[in-house]
């Protein structure tokens, strides 16, 4: 069963901003027009999730959450020593 529909994601989204307020803004000054997959991978990093945890609440598959991963760190500039997460919680 999908754990994330569209109701879900809104109030996610909600308290997520509730909680890290300069979150988004910050994204959006560091990734132009980022896509809503590439924002909610950065959220779920934010709060510490896993690929499996973050393929679960999206209900696809681990392969394609790290799919999302590469493109981002890809988009970014970010080296394979570079921490994808350090990058996204310097954002908080």
């Given at each position: 069963p999908a754990?994330?529909?569209?109701?879900?994601?809104?109030?996610?989204?909600?308290?997520?901003k509730a909680?890290?307020?300069?979150?988004?803004?910050?994204?959006?000054?560091?990734?132009?027009?980022?896509?809503r997959n590439?924002?909610?991978?950065?959220?779920?990093?934010?709060?510490?999730?896993?690929?499996?945890?973050?393929?679960?609440?999206?209900?696809?598959?681990?392969?394609?959450?790290?799919?999302?991963?590469?493109?981002?760190?890809?988009?970014?500039?970010?080296?394979?020593?570079?921490?994808?997460?350090?990058?996204?919680?310097?954002?908080?």
């Open positions: 754990l994330f529909k569209t109701e879900g994601e809104s109030r996610f989204r909600r308290h997520f909680l890290y307020p300069e979150f988004q803004k910050n994204l959006k000054k560091k990734i132009e027009n980022p896509t590439e924002e909610l991978l950065c959220m779920f990093i934010c709060l510490g999730e896993s690929v499996d945890g973050i393929s679960e609440i999206l209900s696809i598959e681990p392969g394609s959450v790290r799919m999302i991963r590469y493109r981002l760190r890809k988009k970014i500039g970010l080296d394979k020593n570079d921490s994808l997460e350090e990058w996204v919680k310097s954002l908080i």
